[in-house]
């Protein structure tokens, strides 16, 4: 933050690239209710993730022509994958009450127990507190032919229901098991031509029956591991699929349940050839000093957390960057 080239402007809302002619020359923002401009003497680095980057560039008349018509947007550039490709694990999470207090909850005991905990992180750092919550994750084969892993286990210390938006009193754990490989392909495009409203995202969860078959085969590996009898003391009552013993019943719950574990990638996929949005380099096609770094340009999802990835996308284009 000392550094005198560097400027960092927060609460600002990104809301459309400037050009002159084919080179990107800045971007327009929204900040305290003010439209602004940073002007760029070299590039302009869009990271908005795999969700906003692509509605940048839609807002910026770069897109599929006919998403850009329909919101009366002109097109500066027909780039077809721009908001295509879009790859997510699709996920499905179980749950069981329990009748330990040791695991994230809302009661009376726990709440007293949180006292003890917070003075065990004061005195030491450890304990419950320090919990990150999701405290073990597996990787496992749906088959064990496969040579690698096609399921991943996020397993969580509390009770997760519809992303812990809704709380439940008590204790309790979950686990998430979600498909790494995914043949599903989604989209983002906008709702409307307005910077500030949120992009229309569709992700077509298991529109594949691949997918919605091997989320099936996780879902009875995961309930076969949390049913194990080391499980047993921490175990009470098992919350949403308690009812579901078929394939069928449980087919039902995947198809109303599961949706994310939060890995969107491949909205502005890298590659050479027409559905691609930007280069090797991760430059955009058809444009000077543009580029998108941020998960969207992967092609492919990764089988596994996409946060570091990420980071190693970052990394390499600094150094792009540098020697360019
Ligand atoms: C709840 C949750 C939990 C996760 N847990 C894990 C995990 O445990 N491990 C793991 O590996 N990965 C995890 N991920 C995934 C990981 O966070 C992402 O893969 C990673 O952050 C992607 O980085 P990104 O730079 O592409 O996008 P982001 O990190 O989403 O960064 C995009 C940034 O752009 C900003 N932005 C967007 N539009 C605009 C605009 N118009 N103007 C200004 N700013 C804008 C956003 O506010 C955001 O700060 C999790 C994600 C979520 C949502």
């Keep these: 933050m000392g550094r005198p080239n560097l400027t960092v402007i927060t609460g600002a809302h990104a809301t459309g690239i400037v050009f002159d002619g084919r080179r990107a020359a800045g971007v327009r923002y929204r900040c305290k209710r003010r439209d602004e401009t940073a002007s760029a003497r070299r590039e302009v680095i869009l990271c908005g993730g795999a969700f906003n980057s692509p509605q940048l560039l839609l807002l910026s008349g770069i897109g599929p022509a006919d998403e850009l018509a329909r919101h009366g947007i002109a097109v500066r550039h027909e780039l077809p994958g721009v908001g295509r490709n879009l790859q997510d694990h699709v996920d499905f999470v179980m749950a069981w009450t329990s009748k330990n207090t040791d695991m994230l909850g809302l009661s009376l005991r726990g709440g007293a127990d949180m006292i003890r905990h917070i003075l065990q992180w004061r005195r030491d750092g450890a304990g419950m507190v320090a919990s990150p919550g999701a405290e073990g994750a597996a990787f496992l084969k749906s088959d064990p032919s496969l040579g690698r892993p096609d399921l991943q286990l996020h397993f969580v210390i509390g009770i997760i229901d519809d992303h812990a938006r809704k709380l439940h009193l008590g204790h309790g754990f979950s686990c998430h098991v979600c498909a790494l490989r995914p043949h599903a392909r989604g989209e983002v495009g906008l709702n409307d031509a307005n910077p500030l409203a949120p992009p229309r995202i569709d992700p077509r969860y298991l529109s594949d029956e691949r997918d919605a078959g091997l989320l099936l085969k996780g879902v009875k590996m995961m309930r076969r591991i949390l049913e194990a009898p080391a499980l047993a003391p921490y175990r009470h009552r098992e919350m949403y699929t308690a009812d579901a013993r078929s394939d069928d019943d449980l087919m039902q719950h995947i198809r109303a349940r599961a949706d994310t574990i939060y890995h969107p990638v491949g909205t502005c996929r890298m590659g050479v050839d027409d559905m691609a949005v930007v280069d090797p380099h991760l ?23 996409t946060n570091a990835p990420t980071i190693m996308i970052a990394e390499k284009a600094a150094d792009m960057m540098r020697s360019a």
């Design 283 to 305: 430059r955009v096609h058809g444009f000077e000093g543009l580029r998108v770094v941020d998960a969207s340009v992967m092609p492919t999802l990764i089988g596994g957390n």
